[in-house]
């Protein structure tokens, strides 16, 4: 139904993400102009314990929030990027990864355009119940990498009261904190 069409496409930039500048033809041939950021896809996953009555975080630096303002080491739920991987695998291993948590179920939450205004970036985000057990290894993140990740285990209500302050800001966090609190309102009732 758009009617939009690509006339071309030049790279201006090769890197980890690549950065396009897009000719674009609209339905009544004005030619538009715009800059893409070409970013792989990524799964993020929210990992909670219904016994024990609470979620695992992580925290590390993110360069763009420190270069925009902000507080640079966010909370956030586990991620990462597909790497040729379904995005079920990319969950799973990320979560092992980063938390040592090994997961066996996840419950898709459905897939987001991340920034759909400039780059290309899906994530496919889903909760996942884990219990004390599961906790297997450290987690840290990847040394080659450079990561350097803090694992938080939070409580259901400090994650609804960091989340009405405003201290989670990462957007995926956010979608799968609301949607576990839509989804499994019982594990929320104040103790």
């Known amino acids: 139904m758009t009617g939009h069409r690509i006339v071309k496409a030049e790279t201006l930039f090769e890197g980890r993400h690549d950065l396009l500048k897009l000719s674009i033809q609209a ?13 792989p896809d990524a799964a993020a996953v929210l990992a909670y314990d219904p016994e024990r009555r609470q979620v695992i975080l992580v925290r590390q630096f993110r360069a763009p929030v420190l270069q925009a303002g902000g507080e640079p080491n966010l909370m956030e739920a586990i991620a990462g990027l597909l790497d040729e991987d379904d995005p079920e695998t990319c969950a799973r291993r990320e979560a092992m990864e980063e938390a040592g948590l090994r997961l066996t179920t996840l419950e898709p939450v459905g897939v987001i355009w991340t920034s759909p205004g400039y780059s290309t970036e899906r994530i496919s ?38 989340l009405e302050r405003g201290d989670i800001t990462d957007l995926k966090t956010v979608m799968l904190v609301q949607a576990l609190r839509i989804q499994r309102p019982d594990l929320f009732g104040r103790t």
């Open 27 to 39: 339905p009544d041939g004005q030619m538009i102009g715009r800059e893409v950021v070409v970013a």
């Open 125 to 162: 985000l889903f909760l996942a119940p884990y219990t004390a057990a599961d906790r297997v290894a450290e987690g840290g993140g990847l040394a080659e990498e450079s990561e350097d990740i803090e694992v938080l285990e939070v409580g259901f209500n400090d994650l609804v009261d960091l």
